[in-house]
């Protein structure tokens, strides 16, 4: 019998452009109807950073053209926009590949809201890099031109940092719920899920943030009763002193060693530390709840216990 499955895709499924990003889809549409054809139900969450930063750099660069005509764009619509095109390359792509292989099945994307805490401290310390990766001195220009927030991410350059909120709850929940159970492969909470919080009366008003979408589908995947949280990254496993000569990689992770681990910093934040949070806090959150860090390509064999790091609540007692 087959799982209910959240996946969880890392960067590295979409590329940073559009170009990239139609060839990206190709290769993530297969390995997940690999997952489709064993039988489980899925819903996909992906990332949006390099493209959330792209659109509001073309918006800004808009408005600064023609200030009389235009006005600046909010994030949270640029969110919104990230997960109408990304969705729309995904389900298609996806689509394409299932009837390809004679699998009569829907795929639909859910354009999600996410609701935050609008108290929440993340807003005064930002920490979610969007965007493109920049020079030192690229950064030092936008800092003093665009008044951004700026910080080296895990020695691969310097992005842009905004405000990364926990997520509270997912708006279009029913609606999701009932397209998976209706036979249908959705795509969800894309780049965490457009951030919003109440107001007076039922309104919901965007926030000026970018949830994490590892947080978005751990959250999810707690709502949706998910018997499986699958995060894939552009590695095969979660490792310890990462990049030093006595790096480990790790099979099995219970949820006390990842804190031990958490509380030594072995996981940056921003890159892999959102990544082990969310898999401790499903694999905690009921009796039962499995939870893989792995390769996009290697999804098949980490679901069926050959690769990929495996969180579990406790080792069984010998």
């Known amino acids: 019998m087959g799982k209910r499955i959240v996946l969880?895709?890392?960067?590295?499924?979409?590329?940073?452009?559009?170009?990239?990003?139609?060839?990206?889809?190709?290769?993530?549409?297969?390995?997940?109807?690999?997952?489709?054809?064993?039988?489980?139900?899925?819903?996909?969450?992906?990332?949006?950073?390099?493209?959330?930063?792209?659109?509001?750099?073309?918006?800004?660069?808009?408005?600064?053209?023609?200030?009389?005509?235009?006005?600046?764009?909010?994030?949270?619509?640029?969110?919104?926009?990230?997960?109408?095109?990304?969705?729309?390359?995904?389900?298609?792509?996806?689509?394409?590949?299932?009837?390809?292989?004679?699998?009569?099945?829907?795929?639909?994307?859910?354009?999600?809201?996410v609701e935050v805490n609008p108290g929440d401290p993340a807003f005064s310390a930002?920490?979610?890099?969007?965007?493109?990766?920049?020079?030192?001195?690229?950064?030092?220009r936008m800092v003093a031109e665009r008044d951004y927030q700026v910080m080296e991410d895990a020695g691969r350059g310097w992005r842009r940092v905004v405000a990364s909120p926990e997520p509270v709850g997912i708006v279009e929940i029913d609606t999701i719920r009932s397209l998976v159970e209706t036979n249908h492969t959705v795509v969800a909470c894309g780049g965490g899920g457009i951030p919003v919080f109440k107001t007076e009366g039922h309104h919901l008003k965007g926030a000026a943030a970018v949830i994490d979408k590892d947080y978005a589908a751990e959250r999810l995947a707690e709502q949706l009763n998910a018997d499986c949280l699958i995060i894939l990254t552009a590695v095969e496993k979660v490792a310890v002193n990462f990049n030093r000569p006595d790096q480990k990689w790790l099979d099995v992770l219970t949820a006390d060693e990842a804190r031990t681990y958490i509380g030594q910093g072995q996981f940056a934040p921003g890159s892999m530390l959102p990544k082990v949070q969310a898999a401790v806090r499903f694999v905690e959150s009921a009796p039962g709840r499995e939870a893989l860090i792995t390769l996009l390509e290697k999804a098949r064999d980490g679901i069926e216990g050959r690769t990929g790091t495996r969180f579990v609540e406790a080792r069984p007692a010998t």
């Open 8 to 113: 969880a895709l890392g960067g590295n499924a979409l590329g940073s452009n559009l170009p990239e990003q139609m060839k990206a889809v190709k290769k993530t549409a297969s390995a997940i109807a690999d997952l489709i054809e064993q039988g489980n139900e899925l819903v996909i969450v992906h990332g949006n950073g390099p493209q959330v930063g792209m659109i509001q750099d073309a918006m800004t660069e808009l408005v600064r053209s023609d200030p009389v005509r235009h006005i600046p764009c909010p994030l949270s619509v640029c969110v919104a926009m990230s997960q109408g095109y990304i969705g729309y390359d995904l389900q298609n792509a996806l689509r394409e590949e299932l009837l390809d292989r004679g699998i009569e099945q829907g795929v639909a994307t859910v354009l999600t809201q």
């Open 126 to 140: 930002p920490t979610k890099p969007i965007g493109s990766f920049m020079t030192k001195d690229e950064a030092e």
